[in-house]
């Protein structure tokens, strides 16, 4: 007989880009509930931490993931103790199971949120795990999704500076397979802003964009962006 698989609610960690979205479709298609997204913003500049995102065009995925937020308050100083704090309470408030990260192979990752849900009395998932050498194939895999990227932020390097903007697709693919980073960009070579899939209600439509430099990175700002309608069908 096959065995059943229990369903769970689940804290997704989110940054609003390809591996969390990945994560959360790989949730949802194995049954569970994702109960909660949790995304960490810096306390001094008030945007994302890891992508450096504003908050109101995180807030938009959660709405067309009908999904709730919630945004963890952290300094680098601090970062573990409050995203502990925070989780505590999210436990209760969602009756959550376990809590899941996007993370793919770099062990030190893995063994820092492991140590969270064992203080938090919560299971760790990891959806994407694989080898390093799996990654071309989880970005294929991304592609092959249905779900929809930009490329939003870099690090300073002529050659990744180009993609600012750019739409991770099959051409993307291939040029990243020919160059000596991870395809996956899972060391921060790049970072990408998911807009629209499957599980999308509506499209976030991203309008009039700049790039800002940064001291070691570039990323594309959007100077506003609105919710669309999609096809019937997408």
């Known amino acids: 007989m096959k065995k059943e698989t ?48 504003k908050r109101d065009m995180i807030r938009a995925q959660s709405e067309v993931l009908d999904t709730p937020i919630h945004f963890i308050e952290v300094d680098m100083d601090t970062y573990t103790d409050c995203f502990i704090r925070d989780v505590l309470i999210l436990k209760e408030k969602y009756r959550a199971d376990a ?10 990752h893995r063994d820092w949120g492991e140590d969270v849900a064992a203080k938090t009395g919560l ?49 993307f693919a291939k040029e990243i397979a020919n160059m000596d980073i991870c395809p996956m960009g899972e060391a921060g070579e790049y970072h990408t802003f998911v807009y629209d899939g499957p599980l999308f209600s509506k499209k976030i439509e991203l309008n009039q964009r700049e790039i800002a430099e940064y001291e070691t990175t570039k990323r594309v700002e959007f100077e506003s962006f609105s919710l669309a309608e999609k096809q019937k069908g997408k």
């Open 123 to 171: 299971e760790a998932l990891y959806p994407l795990w694989m080898e390093k050498k799996d990654a071309l194939e989880n970005l294929h895999r991304f592609i092959e999704s249905g779900y929809r990227a930009m490329v939003i932020r870099t690090i300073k390097d002529e050659k990744l500076e180009k993609w600012l903007g750019r739409t991770i697709d099959w051409e």
């Open 6 to 53: 229990i369903k769970l609610r689940i804290l997704l960690s989110w940054s609003g880009g390809k591996d969390a979205c990945l994560s959360f479709g790989k949730l949802r298609k194995e049954g569970h509930e994702v109960v909660c997204l949790l995304t960490t913003a810096s306390r001094e500049i008030g945007r994302t931490f890891g992508h450096g995102e």
């Open 99 to 108: 809590i899941a990260f996007g993370d793919l192979y770099l062990q030190e």
